[in-house]
Nanobody, 122 residues
Framework: QVQLVESGGGLVQAGGSLRLSCAAS????????MGWYRQAPGKQRELVAT???????NYADSVKGRFTISRDNAENTVYLEINSLKPEDTAVYYC????????????????WGQGTQVTVSS
């Protein structure tokens, strides 16, 4: 079955940077678009970045210019580089294989990894 293992989170000061990683298995990684979601306490999970099989990227307006998604198909890994961190970026971050339909990306299936906690202090 599909497994997604996120890592790289931590406690950082505002303005700092982190690089999150997600190792995927149980899928043909190179054939799947991938995304990073985040869920802050008391809020719904939101999609913040996607990368297609061809390497095209999209970002939520709230993270544009600060987050960079990338992928290494040889390593079955997707990354999220986060710069200029803000307290409002505090959340659990999840990677997910996604599908594109009618102009939007949606998560495939209902399996999720454990996520990685990012906490930004002011």
């Amino acid at each position: 079955q599909v497994q997604l293992v996120e890592s790289g989170g931590g406690l950082v000061q505002a303005g700092g940077s982190l690089r999150l990683s997600c190792a995927a298995s149980g899928m043909i990684f190179g054939l799947n678009a991938m995304g990073w979601y985040r869920q802050a306490p008391g809020k719904q999970r939101e999609l913040v970045a996607t990368i297609t099989t061809g390497g095209s990227t999209n970002y939520a307006d709230s993270v544009k210019g600060r987050f960079t998604i990338s992928r290494d198909n040889a390593e079955n890994t997707v990354y999220l580089e986060i710069n200029s961190l803000k307290p409002e970026d505090t959340a659990v971050y999840y990677c997910k294989d996604v599908r594109y339909s009618y102009g939007s990306f949606y998560p495939r299936g209902d399996y999720w990894g454990q996520g990685t906690q990012v906490t930004v202090s002011s």
